[in-house]
């Protein structure tokens, strides 16, 4: 008997620093949803071979898969559990931020984590943000979205979130570096899905992408 969904699922992708991620908790909490941020995955995971020192590179791309299988990843309303440990406070560095896209590149990562996220979200009802929700995780999403904004608004925007921890400069390199890499990688690059909906959200408030969103929401929801 098939099991009755708790909703529909709504993709968010875009760029770094588009808002996806506040922009996509606001919609869930408007909803009654549950809110799944991808980014946070790819980032625990990286932290994970940091800590084990495994090096990043390609030469040792199989010890790192090997030891991602070691892995054991959980989210709690996106607090990100690896191992049974809080990792959320310190996915946010520099350092996680260097190597996060190289690892999201391999394949092996991304299936399982793709796998993961896909079982956290079966059951309807959420709101998910990344690269590859509304291509790979959800192919089937009733609403999907790409955010984005220019390059100059997301570095700002990125920079007042950071309160002054990183530089604007280092900001905007790291934001083109990891897009480039994100947008050109063979495995779930950063792409629009073809039923997705742009939303620019370059001149818009934070609140007003949101009620965008949650109207077309309500429409899909109620059709
Ligand atoms: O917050 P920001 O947009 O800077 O990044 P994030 O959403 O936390 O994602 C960090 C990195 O994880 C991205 O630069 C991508 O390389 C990777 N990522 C991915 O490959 N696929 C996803 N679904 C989500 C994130």
Same mark, same amino acid.
């Not at 770094?16 to 980032?43: F, N, W």
């Not at 040792?60 to 191992?83: A, G, H, P, T, W």
């Given at each position: 008997?098939?099991?009755?969904?708790?909703?529909? $699922?709504?993709?968010?992708?875009g760029? =770094?620093?588009? /808002?996806?991620?506040?922009? !996509?908790?606001?919609?869930?909490?408007?909803?009654?949803?549950?809110?799944?941020?991808t980014?946070?995955?790819?980032?625990? =995971?990286?932290?994970?071979?940091?800590?084990?020192?495994?090096?990043?590179? @390609?030469?040792? *791309?199989? +010890?790192?898969?090997?030891?991602?299988?070691?892995?054991?990843?959980?989210?709690?309303?996106?607090? $990100?559990? $690896?191992?049974?440990?809080?990792?959320?406070?310190?996915?946010?560095?520099?350092?996680? *931020?260097?190597f996060?896209? &190289?690892?999201?590149?391999?394949?092996g990562?991304?299936?399982?984590?793709? +796998?993961?996220?896909?079982?956290? %979200? #079966? *059951?309807? /009802?959420?709101?998910?943000d990344?690269?590859?929700?509304?291509?790979?995780?959800?192919?089937? =999403?009733?609403? @999907?979205?790409?955010?984005? !904004?220019?390059?100059?608004?997301?570095?700002?925007? #990125?920079?007042?979130?950071? @309160?002054?921890? %990183?530089?604007?400069?280092?900001?905007?390199?790291?934001?083109? #570096?990891?897009? *480039?890499?994100?947008?050109?990688?063979?495995?779930?690059?950063?792409?629009?899905?073809?039923?997705?909906?742009?939303?620019?959200?370059?001149?818009?408030?934070?609140?007003?992408?949101?009620?965008?969103?949650? #109207? &077309?929401?309500?429409?899909?929801?109620?059709?």
């Amino acid at each position: 008997m098939e099991q009755k969904r708790k909703g529909i $699922i709504i993709a968010i992708d875009g760029p =770094a620093g588009a /808002g996806k991620s506040s922009v !996509a908790s606001e919609v869930a909490q408007k909803l009654g949803y549950s809110h799944l941020d991808t980014g946070s995955m790819y980032r625990g =995971a990286t932290y994970f071979l940091i800590k084990r020192n495994i090096p990043m590179e @390609k030469e040792n *791309e199989n +010890q790192v898969l090997d030891e991602l299988k070691k892995m054991k990843i959980d989210m709690i309303d996106n607090r $990100i559990l $690896i191992n049974e440990e809080d990792t959320t406070p310190f996915i946010r560095t520099k350092e996680v *931020e260097k190597f996060v896209s &190289w690892v999201s590149s391999l394949p092996g990562v991304r299936k399982i984590l793709v +796998q993961k996220q896909r079982e956290i %979200a #079966r *059951e309807g /009802g959420f709101v998910l943000d990344g690269r590859d929700i509304g291509t790979q995780v959800c192919p089937d =999403a009733e609403l @999907k979205i790409f955010l984005s !904004a220019s390059p100059e608004i997301r570095v700002k925007r #990125r920079y007042l979130q950071l @309160k002054g921890k %990183a530089e604007l400069d280092f900001i905007r390199k790291d934001l083109k #570096r990891r897009d *480039e890499y994100d947008k050109n990688r063979k495995a779930g690059p950063l792409q629009p899905a073809e039923d997705a909906i742009f939303l620019d959200s370059s001149h818009l408030t934070r609140k007003q992408v949101v009620e965008k969103i949650v #109207r &077309w929401a309500q429409e899909v929801i109620e059709n």
